[in-house]
C-alpha cells in the first residue's frame, strides 16, 4: 500500500518542502534490502507539480526482491509562504541563487536520508531539467559515499547546456541571464511587478489562465501554482538562480563523459525530443527498469528543445 508524506524540513538553513513515498506495510532501517529512488525537479524546484509523476514510478519498480522508498526535495528559497522563500537561519543558510548552493542543499538533504542507517542502500537518480546537473555534481563530489552505490541514473529532458537551435530563444534568455547578475536587477523587478499585478486577478481568472494557457488540468496544483505565481518573493527566486543557469551552461561545451560520472564501466544512453510537453509518466514506461540489478549504472537522458542538435 503506497504512502505518500509531504511536510516541511529545515535543511542548510531553509524550511523546505520534502515528500516520501513509503510502502505502508514494508518499513526498515535495514538497508540490505533498500533501494532508495531520489528525484530532484527543475527550476523552479517545487515537488509538488511532480507528486503524481513519482507516485506512477515507484509503482512501476515494485519487486519482491527490495524495499522501494521514493524521496523529493523542493530548491532552497522555494514554495508557498514567506517562511520559504526566505532564509530560516541567514548565517546558516546556503546561497538559494546559485547552483552550487542548491548543491550543498541537496547534499545535507541526503545526509539526512540516510543518518538512520549503518550501510548504504542503492540509489536511483531521478531528475528534471537542470536537476540533473544538480544530480551529476552531487555523485561527482561524493563519489564514495553516493556515487559507489548508485544503481541508476534518469534524467528527465536534461538542462546540461544552453544551446536552442533557435535565435529569437537565445538572444533575450541571454540578455536577460547576462543582465541579472543580482536580486536587484531590472529583469527581477518586472517579474516582481508582475506578480504583483497577478495576485490583484480574481482567483476565477487566474485559474482559467492557468488550466487553458500553462495546460495545469488538476485543480489541486492550479491552486499550488497560483499561490506561488502570487509571490514576488518566489518570483524573485526562481529568475536569478534561472539566469544563473543560463550563464554557467553557456559557458560550458557539453561533454558526455560527465554524464558518465567518470567511470568507464557505465553505459550512456542518449534520446533527443524537441516535444516539452511528453508527460513524464509516458517517457517513465520506456525506461528499462532492469536496471536495479545490473552493477553497471545506466544514466538515461531524455532531451528536451535546449539539447536539441547538441551531438
Keep these: 500500500m503506497m504512502q505518500t508524506v509531504e511536510r516541511e524540513q529545515l535543511i542548510a538553513g531553509w524550511n523546505t518542502d520534502v515528500v516520501s513515498i513509503l510502502n505502508a506495510n514494508s518499513h526498515s532501517n535495514n538497508a540490505t534490502r533498500l533501494v532508495m529512488l531520489v528525484f530532484l525537479p527543475g527550476n523552479p524546484g517545487c515537488v509538488a507539480w511532480y507528486i503524481p509523476m513519482l507516485q506512477n514510478v515507484w509503482e512501476q519498480l515494485q519487486s519482491p526482491e527490495y524495499i522501494l522508498e521514493a524521496h523529493a526535495c523542493s530548491y532552497a528559497g522555494h514554495g508557498v ?11 546558516r543558510a546556503v546561497d538559494a541563487y546559485t547552483l552550487e548552493g542548491q548543491i550543498e542543499h541537496k547534499l545535507a538533504w541526503i545526509e539526512s536520508l540516510i543518518s538512520r542507517f549503518d550501510q548504504l542502500p542503492r540509489f536511483i ?88 494557457n500553462a495546460g495545469i488540468q488538476c485543480p489541486n496544483l492550479r491552486q499550488f501554482t497560483a499561490r506561488l505565481v502570487v509571490q514576488p518573493i518566489m518570483a524573485q527566486n526562481f529568475l536569478t538562480l534561472g539566469c544563473h543557469e543560463i550563464r554557467l551552461l553557456q559557458s560550458k561545451s557539453f561533454n558526455a563523459s560527465h554524464f558518465q560520472l567518470r567511470s568507464a ?31 553497471s549504472p545506466i544514466a538515461i537522458l531524455y532531451g528536451g528543445v535546449w539539447m536539441s542538435s547538441c551531438i
Excluded at 82 to 88: A, E, G, L, R, V
Design 265 to 295: 564501466e557505465r553505459r550512456l544512453f542518449l534520446e533527443f525530443t524537441s516535444n516539452q510537453n511528453i508527460m513524464f509518466s509516458f517517457l517513465i514506461q520506456e525506461i528499462p527498469f532492469g536496471v536495479i540489478g545490473n552493477k
Design 125 to 212: 537518480w531521478l531528475s528534471h531539467s537542470i536537476g540533473s546537473y544538480l544530480v551529476n555534481q552531487m555523485l561527482l563530489k561524493r563519489p564514495n559515499l553516493l556515487l559507489r552505490n548508485t544503481a541508476g541514473v534518469i534524467h528527465l529532458m536534461p538542462f546540461i547546456r544552453f544551446q536552442p537551435s533557435l535565435l529569437k530563444q537565445k538572444l533575450p534568455l541571454t540578455v536577460v541571464a547576462n543582465c541579472t547578475h543580482s536580486r536587484n536587477a531590472p529583469c527581477v523587478k518586472l517579474l516582481q511587478l508582475a506578480s504583483c499585478l497577478a495576485s490583484w486577478l480574481p482567483h476565477k481568472y487566474l485559474d482559467h489562465l492557468l488550466n487553458r
Design 81 to 91: 509562504g514567506d517562511h520559504k522563500t526566505k532564509p530560516h537561519n541567514v548565517q
